[in-house]
């Protein structure tokens, strides 16, 4: 299985910071990865695929880089709608997989 | 617009099973796979597995293939999770979701399963 590992495990930061979030893959991946967003009691929302592209709706303060086993997605400019947990999981080969989250908290 | 939509929350004893379904609307069904997830009290999200909605093929994850089986009812635009031989580490959110490019755009609400004595 491939195994995907987020980081920081968890960070705090202010309304208007940047935030980087790292997510690494125990093997090449190309570019099959996405970002989801997760509020407390809700259903993670997709945010970014295929590594870049950014979904339908979300605002372009978000993106994302990278291929191979080192990915990235940026926050811009956090906004307070933006403190969440956020996964990164592989759709390169089956299992799919999940890093194991990273979550922003209010400084 | 599209939604999944899943049945209400379970409570089940050790050794039971549970059935948990999931009604698409706004989309056509067979056109897209469902994928289903699951996460734990304060955990991360694990993949389960996969059924094609247009064929009925599955993939499960390991950790799930000797107890669980994934089927859809195509009249219904509905699939199942059936999952056996509960323990109480199947305690979790379990959430299906709509596969499109290799990623979920569209999730249902959850549905709880507890497993307790």
């Known amino acids: 299985d491939i195994q995907m590992t987020q980081s920081p495990s968890s960070l705090s930061a202010s309304a208007g910071d940047r935030v980087t979030i790292t997510c690494r893959a125990s093997?090449?991946?190309?570019?099959?990865l996405n970002w989801y967003q997760q509020k407390p009691g809700k259903a993670p929302k997709l945010l970014i695929y295929?590594?870049?592209s950014l979904q339908s709706g979300v605002p372009s303060r978000f993106s994302g880089s990278g291929s191979g086993t080192d990915f990235t997605l940026t926050i811009s400019s956090l906004q307070p709608e933006d403190f969440a947990s956020y996964y990164c999981?592989?759709?390169?080969?089956?299992?799919?997989?999940f890093g194991q989250g990273t979550k922003v908290e209010i400084k | 617009q599209v939604q999944l939509v899943q049945s209400g929350a379970e409570v089940k004893k050790p050794g039971a099973s549970v059935k948990v379904s999931c009604k698409a609307s706004?989309?056509?069904?067979?056109?897209?796979?469902i994928s289903w997830v699951r996460q734990a009290p304060g955990q991360g999200l694990e993949w389960m597995g996969w059924?094609?909605?247009?064929?009925?093929?599955?993939n499960y994850a390991q950790n799930f293939q000797d107890r669980v089986t994934m089927t859809t009812d195509t009249s219904a635009n509905t699939a199942y999770l059936h999952l056996r031989s509960l323990r109480s580490d199947d305690s979790a959110m379990y959430y299906c979701?709509?596969?499109?490019?290799?990623?979920?755009?569209?999730w249902g609400q959850g549905t709880l399963v507890a497993v307790s004595s």
């Open positions: 979701a709509r596969e499109w490019l290799s990623a979920w755009d569209n």
């Open positions: 706004g989309y056509t069904f067979t056109r897209y796979g």
């Open positions: 059924i094609s909605t247009y064929n009925g093929n599955t």
């Open positions: 093997e090449s991946i190309s570019s099959f």
């Open positions: 295929a590594a870049s």
């Open positions: 999981q592989q759709s390169y080969n089956i299992p799919w997989t």
